[in-house]
């Protein structure tokens, strides 16, 4: 069953989100990608929330999580966003000449429901960072993915 439970409910909250960083600019590539992945997998666990699949681009994160009901999705990305920008504050002190006040992120997000297109939006969301390359959006070559800590296939 790909239903969760808590004492009195059943629930199937899945969510396709993507944020980017302050002034869209390309910001997520090698070591602070990598931080950046270990930052979302750890402040997700605390919250219980499960990341399903992710990929993190040069200048936006896509995220298929489920989130329990007793969350709110806007609070989820507040605590993600807000938690996330201070630990890379923190990791990357060079950043803050870049970033005003300690905001990495910028301030919308983008979120929609899975519902019954799970498979097809996994897909889109596991294949983002190849369809960036085809269109030479990037040329950074990714050997670690940095959500797993598993090495990337060449034909994925």
């Not at 302050?22 to 402040?43: N, S, T, V």
């Not at 002190?93 to 498979?119: I, P, Q």
């Amino acid at each position: 069953m790909d239903k969760n439970s808590l004492a009195h409910t059943t629930w199937n909250c899945k969510y396709h989100i993507v944020f980017a960083p302050k002034y869209r600019r390309m910001a997520i590539y090698g070591k602070i990608k990598a931080d950046i992945g270990k930052i979302l997998r750890k402040l997700c666990e605390q919250k219980g929330i499960m990341i399903l699949e992710a990929t993190a681009c040069s200048d936006h994160i896509h995220m298929v999580i489920e989130i329990p009901p007793k969350y709110s999705v806007s609070s989820v990305m507040g605590y993600l966003k807000g938690k996330s920008s201070s630990m890379i504050f923190d990791r990357h002190a060079n950043l803050k000449y870049r970033y005003g006040n300690r905001h990495f992120w910028c301030r919308g997000y983008y979120v929609d429901t899975v519902g019954r297109n799970e498979k097809a939006i996994r897909e889109y969301v596991k294949n983002q960072l190849q369809e960036d390359i085809a269109a030479d959006q990037i040329s950074l070559q990714e050997y670690v993915d940095p959500f797993t800590g598993e090495p990337v296939k060449k034909n994925k």
